[in-house]
């Protein structure tokens, strides 16, 4: 097919879907990331956001900004190799690997560019990835671009990973990388189980914590504090665009690894440095989540509120362990259908359809913050049984 009739093929049917009112992507919101926000002039109550923990309105995230916007403007306007490290972008290396339990960290200028460029750098042609086949679609790109051979083990499966751990010639190196907590599901990875295997297979491990810094254990250091494992894997890779309100990324490991990624990610070489003001926001950030523990006790709060609200209302809220609460509801039609009644009512939630989830498997993915009230989210129980009767009872 020509490239022309790709497109206008796909214009056609996105002109379908957005006739029949099914077409819930690219809304514009207002101001986007708080517990309100403003759509058509309409307030609705905000369940589709990542700042778990409320940090990308904090006064003190946004005054670290600006006063970095003052002092060193908005860009550094060259590559990190060259003339684009900072103080800030070292001091904040040196705080998120202290934060992982960790002998160094790179920053990256996005997560997704955090786990292609990590994947690619420490894989070649001889080597193995083995990876969850819920991975973030960062991790299936880095195997596509890496020149290693990947395999793919079933979601959380642990017999069928030591399967393919076994299947692997035992002097091949093998890389075994899975998400700490999973986007669309909210399901947490077995890490103790993953590693046990990779220890016997020689295998070096590498966890995508987007999802977990900042919201699980203890004290939000993630997935790995959750399990009391910090500092037993190899690497530990997260994002600023959850938790800590930003936008960029991060991979923690040893001294070696890390300077290996800073002369060999090509994603982190060729491409332009993180302004400094989203450095000093997410130093601010991670200085909030030691001095207020308080937000991390809010989100568990509202998090078990809304889910076993849901849970009672009769919703399959699958497996999830975290403030992303997947709403089973199976065909695209009716996720879509109550997606937009949601909307209308003053909800904003989020569709997910293939193939950001398998066939008849499609979700609503409902995300939550500490910010959100007991009375927001009474309200939105309220809706959901009012919209969950019309859509899937009637
Ligand atoms: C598990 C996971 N990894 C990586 C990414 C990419 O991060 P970013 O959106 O910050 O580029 C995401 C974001 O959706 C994610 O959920």
């Known amino acids: 097919m020509s490239l022309e009739t790709t497109c206008n093929e796909f214009a056609r049917v996105l002109q379908g879907v957005k006739a029949r009112k099914r077409y819930f992507f690219f809304r514009t919101i207002d101001p986007a990331a708080t517990p309100h926000v403003f759509r058509h002039g309409q307030e609705h109550i905000m369940l589709g956001s990542n700042n778990y923990l409320g940090l ?32 800030l972008h070292t001091r904040l290396e040196r ?9 160094d960290s790179i920053v990256f200028t996005t997560g997704f560019m955090t786990m292609m460029g990590t994947v690619t750098a420490l894989t070649g042609p001889d080597d193995v990835i083995i990876s969850d086949e819920m991975n973030h679609a960062s991790i299936i790109d880095g195997c596509r671009l890496s020149k290693a051979e990947t395999r793919v083990f079933r979601h959380r499966d642990l017999a069928h990973l030591e399967e393919v751990l076994a299947g692997c010639h035992p002097e091949v190196q093998k890389l075994v990388v899975t998400d700490g907590v999973f ?39 993630g997935t790995l504090e959750h399990f009391g494992m910090e500092g037993e894997v190899d690497l530990i ?28 990610s090509r994603p982190f070489l060729f491409s332009a440095s993180s302004p400094p003001s989203v450095m000093a926001s997410v130093l601010a950030s991670l200085e909030i989540i030691e001095q207020e523990p308080e937000r991390l006790i809010r989100l568990r709060r ?14 399959d809220v699958m497996d999830t362990l975290t403030p992303i609460i997947p709403i089973l509801i199976g065909d695209d039609e009716r ?30 993915r409902v995300s939550v913050m500490a910010d959100l009230s007991r009375s927001d989210l009474v309200k939105a129980l309220e809706l959901f049984e009012m919209v969950g009767r019309k859509v899937l009872v009637s």
């Open 56 to 87: 990308a309105n904090h006064p003190k995230v946004v005054e670290a900004a600006i006063n970095a916007l003052r002092e060193y403007g908005t860009g550094v306007c060259s590559s990190r190799i060259l003339t684009g490290t900072t103080s």
């Open 95 to 103: 705080k998120l690997a202290e934060f992982k339990g960790m002998e």
């Open 183 to 221: 986007s669309m599901r909210g399901s947490i990875a077995d890490l103790p189980g993953i590693k046990e295997l990779t220890d016997r297979y020689d295998a070096t491990l590498m966890v995508d914590d987007a999802h977990g810094t900042g919201v699980l254990g203890e004290t939000g250091r």
């Open 237 to 264: 890779c997260g994002t600023f665009s959850k938790t800590f309100g930003a936008v960029g990324g991060f991979t923690a490991a040893n001294r070696e690894v890390v300077d290996y990624l800073r002369h060999n």
């Open 302 to 315: 509202n998090t078990d509120f809304l889910k076993n609200g849901l849970i009672d209302l009769g919703f």
């Open 335 to 364: 996720t879509f259908q109550i997606v937009g009644q949601l909307e209308e009512l003053g909800v904003i939630t989020n569709a997910v359809v293939p193939p950001a989830v398998p066939a008849e498997a499609s979700l609503i």
